[in-house]
Every structure is written in C-alpha cells, then in structure tokens.
C-alpha cells in the first residue's frame, strides 16, 4: 500500500505542474561529449526531477544500453583517472555527483581525431544535478573538490580488468587544470605510474567503429 501511494503522490504531482520531462543538451568542444542538464521542479517540500529517461537520451543523445552502475565516495583531493577500457570491452559512461563537487573530465584518445588529445572538463554538483556523458574512445576522470563526494556512473560494457588501460592524470601535454593544488592530490599506487599519452600502446582508432 505504501508504495502505490508514493506513486499516486508523485503521478498526481506530474498532473498538477503539468510536468513534461525533457532533458537539455549542451554540446561542448568535442563531438559527442555531452552535458545533460535536468528539469528540475522545486516547492517548498523539496524537489523532483528525473535522472534517466531511456527514450530521450536515445534521441538526444545515441542509442544505448547501460548493463553497469557504479557508486564510490571520496575525500577532498582524491583523483581517479584517467581511465579507459580497450577494445570490444570500451565503454561509454554516464556520470553524475549525488553529494559534494568533483571536476568530471574526459580526453579524447582516440588516434587521427581532430580533437585527438583534447579534452572537456565539468563541475558535477550534488546542488546542480549535471550528468556529463563520455563515449567510448575517451579516457575519463576525476578530482573531487569537497570535502567528500558521492559519485555515480552507468556503463555500457562490463568491466573487465584484463582490458584495463590508463594515461597520466598530470601528463603535461594534456594541459589539464584538476583545481587540486599538486601537493594536495591523493592518488592509488596504480594512477600514479601511467604513461603519458604519447607513451601509450593501447589507445583507439578514430577510423574504427567503437559502436
């Protein structure tokens, strides 16, 4: 009883505000690396707004499927990156902060691009709900800016540690201002030691289909 009643409540709130959904678009720099700015439907009880919607990122955005959540929390100065998955186990993934602030990064490795090397960089909020979508072909990551963060992520391909591949978060060629004072960053053992995007062997290739 309790669960038809929260949605009668949430289906008569759609009715009285007269609520159609749609999620804004904002294209960035690179092609295909998109910001999903939610509706968001506030009173004085709080507010609403939906977080997926498969219909709409399928004709906004590009067809796809999610198989994988992800959920991990962070202190100030943590910095996750740059990540990637090769091969037939790439992944796009779809990136949101339920709590705190972090810098959500993804650089384009893909060889013969014309954005080869470049990258986007986004402040995800828990205040203002952002998701930022990285496509396959992109190594991604992140620096968490408060004190904590609660960081979630979908994917479109399960992971696979043998198909695990990395460049450096600080490779200077990249050009990537983290907003974290060096001496403040927190790192695994294993993201401190990557190669520079130069140095890498596993990168993908802009003439093959990733999808």
Same mark, same amino acid.
């Given at each position: 009883?309790?669960?038809i009643?929260?949605?009668?409540?949430?289906?008569v709130y759609?009715?009285?505000?007269?609520i $159609?959904?749609?999620?804004? !678009?904002?294209?960035? %720099?690179?092609?295909?690396?998109?910001?999903?700015?939610?509706k968001?439907f506030? /009173?004085d009880?709080?507010?609403f707004?939906?977080?997926?919607?498969?219909?709409?990122?399928?004709?906004?955005?590009r067809?796809i499927?999610?198989?994988q959540?992800?959920q991990?929390?962070?202190s100030?100065?943590v910095?996750?990156?740059l990540?990637?998955?090769?091969?037939?186990?790439?992944?796009?993934?779809?990136?949101?902060?339920?709590?705190?602030?972090v810098l $959500?990064?993804?650089?384009? !490795?893909?060889?013969? %691009?014309?954005?080869?090397g470049?990258?986007?960089?986004?402040?995800l909020?828990? /205040?203002?709900h952002r998701?930022?979508?990285?496509?396959?072909?992109?190594?991604?990551?992140?620096?968490?800016?408060?004190?904590?963060?609660?960081?979630?992520y979908?994917?479109?391909?399960?992971?696979?540690?043998?198909?695990?591949g990395?460049?450096a978060?600080n490779?200077?060629?990249l050009?990537?201002?983290?907003r974290?004072?060096?001496d403040?960053?927190?790192?695994?053992?294993?993201?401190?030691?990557?190669?520079?995007?130069?140095?890498?062997?596993?990168l993908f290739?802009?003439?093959?289909?990733?999808y």
């Amino acid at each position: 009883m309790a669960s038809i009643a929260r949605s009668f409540t949430i289906n008569v709130y759609l009715c009285l505000y007269n609520i $159609d959904i749609k999620m804004e !678009i904002i294209t960035t %720099s690179i092609e295909g690396v998109v910001i999903i700015e939610p509706k968001i439907f506030k /009173d004085d009880r709080g507010y609403f707004y939906e977080s997926w919607n498969q219909k709409e990122f399928d004709e906004k955005v590009r067809p796809i499927r999610f198989v994988q959540d992800n959920q991990s929390k962070s202190s100030y100065g943590v910095l996750r990156g740059l990540h990637f998955q090769r091969g037939t186990h790439s992944q796009s993934k779809l990136v949101r902060v339920v709590s705190g602030s972090v810098l $959500d990064v993804a650089v384009d !490795i893909r060889k013969g %691009s014309p954005t080869f090397g470049q990258h986007v960089a986004v402040e995800l909020t828990g /205040d203002n709900h952002r998701q930022f979508f990285i496509p396959r072909g992109f190594a991604h990551g992140f620096s968490v800016l408060s004190e904590t963060a609660i960081f979630q992520y979908k994917c479109d391909n399960l992971y696979c540690k043998e198909s695990e591949g990395a460049i450096a978060w600080n490779d200077p060629a990249l050009g990537i201002d983290w907003r974290i004072p060096a001496d403040k960053v927190i790192l695994s053992e294993k993201d401190a030691c990557h190669p520079l995007l130069e140095e890498a062997t596993d990168l993908f290739d802009y003439s093959v289909e990733l999808y």
